[in-house]
């Protein structure tokens, strides 16, 4: 014999539910910690309120790390969702090579985040790495990556986009490969060019795919720790210092865990903004393409 | 009426005040660490006479850090197990994430280790929270303390910089014995004698005449057969571990403070003027003189440069070169030297300096054993065998560095008894003692990158001790 019918919804929904406290629970107890001096220092701590976020607010440090954050996130997605759409576009074309290229692909994919930057560390480093040794011949030999702080920012970059570059192209591929065929015949049975086809046919077929993975990447990048850290540790001076970073020294290193905990409480508003914003546009392009069809 | 909406409601109800009850138990069962910490020590529960098998068949639990001084421990534990009957179980992580380890399970209030490694610094954060056992009353207990373990016989240095009395700003020395020292590490110059005898280079006793040297292998080396080969290498990772060796060395020599005293305040003195001058011309030496990519660069790589003969000197834990100049160690090994450095502009050798210690977890419920085990850690037996059959070197105690054989071992590397009998009695923590030594290190070597990167000292450093002054009270 079964539940009893009036049981049969909570048991359905209990795994669920389960799930979610496992995730509120740490998440309410870190909210509510912010409102302490908790460290440990103080191991009995006084309410502050919201003395750590004004705290936080009023340090150029914080500031620093949340454009450092949005400058590495702005600048990963968009690179990646450029480069992977231009080479999920090239494999699509060319069938047969395509097929083996993808799987090639998606080596970076299993690599984890920070072996793979821990790589790039080594092949980046001036006197002995692989990069500068295959540049000196041009001349470029002696280029110091991660030693100045627009190099820094700019290699962490190259390394996200390493790594995760073929998920966009695999996602965007798998786009191309759904697309209806018939509107891509009728434009070539009216003469339409190839740039005339991608811009008034395909982008717009596309733009959801390619929609998901920028909210993908954009998220992921926003709240990136391993590449940096293995990198760089936040530096030179603060010029990689992302506020996942910065809340890790503040609570694990230097354990003030109220305010660390701040840190990542701001983080987490700013993520829950931006995916909202980003998926109600997904919401409004996936209807006008689902119209276009 | 709709039983099923109302019952849904209640089900909810019911839920969210099931998850709340921990947030809401959290308020009043306070935030966990140690704060039930009692006036009595257990060291006050052992007596009668001193007895190695006191607590035979205990298992102790240490928490250890990849090192040679640690293999040196590890070898020798059948020793200790013969002796006492205790067992003794131990993690080893890697020192790049040996301190987080550390930091978070003692944070977490539980003992899942009782005894561990930590630097003397640690103390300074680590000991304000109640985390570490005060060794002193174990000490001073001749029912727990063999009279073979010779406290006298310590370099009294370094047992004072395991004492602290927890209040900041507060000199060592005074207060509780937070840890045991077990190895040590002074930080000196290496250098590499083959380069400095094609290029007619002697080692420099002043610190221009360090900036000149390094400057001048980096540019005369490669033409003399060592490509690539720069100046000296020092550490410049954006870390706490940037600051302590070569450079607080040379700082205090030129009579630098990190902070300055007054009526138990601490004030940031990193932005006096002679402060600035040094710091910018250490950012320079490291420019003309230092490696590539430098501010990546910890000990690992400072160490690994001069055994690969990239690096003409190194300024770091004499340790660090010991490990590369050993027979078979590397590229470099059997020419590399040891020097004192350069002294400061009054002759002084002050050096500041690094100690592996031993330190006991405050919640540990295997005291009486675990107390053993520092004990026979730090005795005169195993840290002789430690010097003499592994690599142990730099002894915590007297009798090993006097000691004959000890002596014929290091023997062969040039200067190194010398450079240790120089500065030994020099060597101290050169840091003022405060708990947010960490945060204040990382910032200065944050700060140091930045005037190596071409910011302006003066600019950088006011504003890396304005900051501090907000947060060390």
Known sequence: MGPRPALRPYLLVLPALLLTCGILYPFGLGLFYTLFDFSASRPRPGLVGFGNYRTMLGEGAFWNSAWVTVLYAVGAAAAETVLGVSVALLLHRSSRIGRVLE??????LMIAPVIAAIMWKLMLQPSVGVVNHLLRPVGLGGVQWTDTPAGALLSSIAVDVWVYTPFVAILALAGLRSLPASPFEAAAVDGAGWWYTFRRLTLPMLWPYVLVAVIFRFMDSLKVFDII???TEGGPGDSTMVLQIRAYLEAIRFQRYSFGISYTIVLWAVVYLAAMVLVRHLGRVQRKAAEAR | MDTHAHDRRRFLALTAATAATPLLAACGAGFGGADDKGDGSAADDVTGSFDWRRERGTTVKALLNKHPYTDALIADLKSFTGRTGIKVEYDVFP???????????????????????????????????????????????SAATGAE??????FPNLLQADQWSL???????????????????????????????????RPAETFDELRELAAAVKKKAPGAGYDGMYGIAVRGSRSWATIHPGFMTMYARNGLRDFTVDGGALKPAMNSPRAVAFTRDWADMVRHGGPPSWTSYTWYQCSGDLGAKKAAMLF????????????????????IAFHPGPKGPDGSLATNMWIWSLGM???????????????WATGKEHLRRGALTHQHIDPVRRSISQDAAYKDK??????????????ADRTRIQFTPQAQFFDATTSWAAALQEIYGGREAGQVLNGLAGDLARKVR
């Open chain 1, 103 to 108: 799987k090639i692909l998606i080596l970076p």
């Open chain 1, 229 to 231: 850290y293995a990198l």
């Open chain 2, 95 to 141: 020192e790049d994430n040996y301190f987080d380890k550390l930091t978070v399970d003692l944070s977490s209030g539980r003992a899942s280790y009782d005894v561990f490694m930590l630097g003397a610094y640690m103390v300074w954060q680590y000991g304000p929270p109640g985390w570490l056992e005060d060794l002193g009353p174990w000490m001073r207990n």
């Open chain 2, 149 to 154: 373990w010779d406290q006298d016989d310590f």
């Open chain 2, 167 to 201: 209040k900041d700003g507060a000199p060592l020395g005074r207060g509780g014995q937070y840890a045991l020292p077990w190895g040590w590490e002074t930080n000196v110059v290496a250098y590499n004698t083959e380069v400095f005898g094609k290029l007619g280079l």
């Open chain 2, 316 to 335: 770091d834990a004499d340790t660090a070169a010991y490990f590369q100049a050993v027979p078979g160690a590397s590229p470099a090994s059997g020419k």
């Open chain 2, 361 to 375: 977890n405050a919640r540990s419920r295997r005291k009486s054993a675990s107390w053993l085990f520092l004990q």
């Open chain 2, 410 to 423: 290091m023997r062969h590397l040039p200067g190194f008894l010398d450079t240790f009998e120089a500065v």
